[in-house]
């Protein structure tokens, strides 16, 4: 891994001196500036006169950090050290990636995005409203940094499990991007989280007298696709190769928008695809487990959105590479919304759900709710279902008796609660150990400690976007990838599943620990980069050239010698 590229005589020219240099969040050194650099650039009286090596800034940094009371706190902290000394903030979350993950992004961001108006300090990223959708491009070149390899954006409509959060909504890309870095190791400055301000229909937000954003309810229909359009142009124009993942949107525009610009620019749907390749991840390491094979499952989807048709249609092609054939495969699914499960005989499906539906005459005689539907107990009782995923943002729809039910038909069954944040979760880990006495196979989309079970202690993979999309983000600029595939995707979610933990140990957890997430993202990256030279969408080169590319790519930080 690199950690910064060299100061030159040329760009040491470049590096503002006093105040300026100190500003500058990617070139600031605090405490840690040598003598040396201190008289060059004019900064002895502004820094204390001890100098700090960055391992003695990091553990002081830590202690401010124990010291807040509680985790908003936490992330308003860790933010505005990310707006002051980028290195020392990425160097504190390599060293607790597993006590801050959680704080920077999923489930705290969630509250961040709620209060972002009340914890607003310092600009980050682009707001791009609807007011100045005559100016977009110009917006765009307002950004801090010339140079851009990743761009996440989003609407603010569907954030998480809290649905609408208008212009707050920024605080997933910037997040997203702290994990592109963290994980992947794109480098900071070459990061851009943008938010597209179209209004908000949250009355909450709107009746706020601190809310930041354009207060007016959310365009719609034409007016709103007209306005990304204007976006994705500008972004072509003016940032052409660079990767552009769409986040948060919600499902009337999320697949739309990803259909009809898939094939025009380096761009993917992290809802969509990125959820999608980290379920398969864990599901292929279950299923080994279990050791059967995956076109053998019968899958029961709780949630038939964005996310839920996605993980559907991973899942699908994955067993097609199997050898089944697209009516065998699609013969495997029960996807379930909220108004029961998709099936021939219902007409208010969307093209992407009608894929999913089972023949009306399949489930005629079937229990069915009270209102006339076929619920999520209904499913399990009638099939004898081995996988249980959830993306329904209903947290405790997993309730005790639809678990033990499917745990009495299958001595291993994989159950994965994937909504977030927390609250939204379908089931908490301890009560799916208890409920199955310790057999599930469970993957959750929030973090859940490990559970003490039968004299063991078993952890609980946290199925994140996270091992997909800081993975994706490097192999795509190593490789200078034009575009993302689907085959590149399931390349991803295949290693991510040979790198389980549970290969080699059926008691560990699904997925590697986040302290190796690096290394497991390099390995993802490579595969990435194979897959889309096979594609035609990237350069040939070696595969020893490739994985040499990685590693030069993945960034690391550490501080630059200025002088």
């Not at 959708?133 to 409509?157: A, F």
Request: hydrophobic content about 40%.
């Amino acid at each position: 891994m690199v950690s910064a590229l060299p100061i030159t005589e040329k760009t040491r020219s470049d590096i503002p001196r006093g105040m300026d240099l100190l500003n500058r969040q990617s070139l600031n050194k605090g405490t840690a500036f040598t003598e040396q650099e201190r008289t060059v650039f004019g900064l002895h009286g502004l820094l204390p006169p001890f100098v700090e090596s960055l391992d003695e800034q990091a553990v002081r940094a830590y202690e401010a950090f124990q010291k807040k009371d509680d985790d908003l706190e936490r992330h308003i902290y860790l933010r505005a050290l990310q707006d002051t000394n980028e290195v020392l903030f990425y160097r504190l979350l390599l060293d607790h990636i597993e006590e801050m993950t959680p704080i920077v992004y999923t489930p705290t961001v969630a509250l961040a995005c709620e209060q972002f108006s009340h914890i607003y300090r310092r600009p980050r990223g682009i707001f791009i409203s609807y007011p100045l959708r005559d100016s977009i491009l110009q917006l765009l070149r307002n950004r801090p940094n010339k140079d851009v390899d990743v761009i996440v954006v989003t609407d603010g409509e569907r954030i998480l499990g809290i649905g609408d959060q208008g212009a707050g909504g920024l605080g997933i890309p910037i997040g997203k991007l702290s994990l592109y870095t963290l994980l992947g190791g794109i480098r900071p400055e070459r990061t851009l989280p943008i938010v597209l301000d179209v209004g908000t229909n949250n009355a909450d937000r709107l009746n706020d007298p601190e809310y930041l954003g354009w207060r007016n309810e959310r365009i719609t229909g034409e007016a709103y696709f007209s306005f990304v359009d204007e976006f994705v142009q500008a972004v072509k124009q003016e940032l052409p190769g660079t990767c552009l993942q769409w986040e948060d949107f919600s499902t009337p525009h999320a697949r739309p928008i990803l259909n009809r610009y898939r094939d025009q620019l380096l761009t993917f749907n992290d809802d969509i695809q990125g959820t999608s390749a980290v379920a398969l991840g864990a599901v292929l390491g279950a299923v080994s487990v279990t050791g059967k094979s995956l076109k053998e499952q019968q899958i029961v989807i709780l949630g038939a959105g964005s996310a839920g048709i996605g993980v559907a249609d991973g899942l699908r092609a994955a067993m097609k590479g199997e050898g089944l054939s697209e009516e065998e495969a699609h013969s495997r699914f029960w996807v379930i919304d909220k108004d029961g499960l998709l099936h021939t005989g219902r007409k208010d499906l969307t093209v992407e759900q009608r894929a999913y539906t089972q023949p009306e005459s399949r489930v005629s005689g079937w229990s069915r709710t009270a209102n006339g539907t076929i619920g999520l107990a209904d499913v399990i009782g009638a099939i004898k279902a081995t996988v249980l995923v959830g993306l329904s943002t209903v947290g405790g729809a997993f309730k005790e008796e639809i678990v033990r039910e499917m745990a009495r038909k299958i001595e291993r069954p994989i159950i994965f609660p994937l909504s977030n944040p927390t609250s939204r979760s379908e089931a908490t880990a301890e009560d799916l150990i208890r409920w199955t006495d310790g057999r599930a196979l469970v993957a959750s989309g929030s973090p859940f400690a490990p559970v003490s079970h039968g004299g063991r202690n078993i952890p609980i993979a946290q199925c994140n976007n996270v091992y997909i999309f800081p993975a994706m983000g490097l192999g795509l600029v190593a490789s200078g990838a034009r575009r993302v595939t689907g085959p590149m995707l399931l390349a991803a979610a295949r290693t991510l599943g040979g790198h389980s933990p549970a290969l080699k140990d059926p008691s560990a957890s699904l997925l590697p620990p986040l302290r190796e997430l690096r290394s497991v993202a390099a390995q993802i990256a490579i595969a990435v980069g194979i897959e889309a030279q096979k594609d035609g969408v990237a350069p040939r080169i070696s595969e020893d050239e490739l994985r040499q590319r990685v590693l030069e790519t993945q960034w690391a930080p550490a501080y630059r010698s200025f002088v």
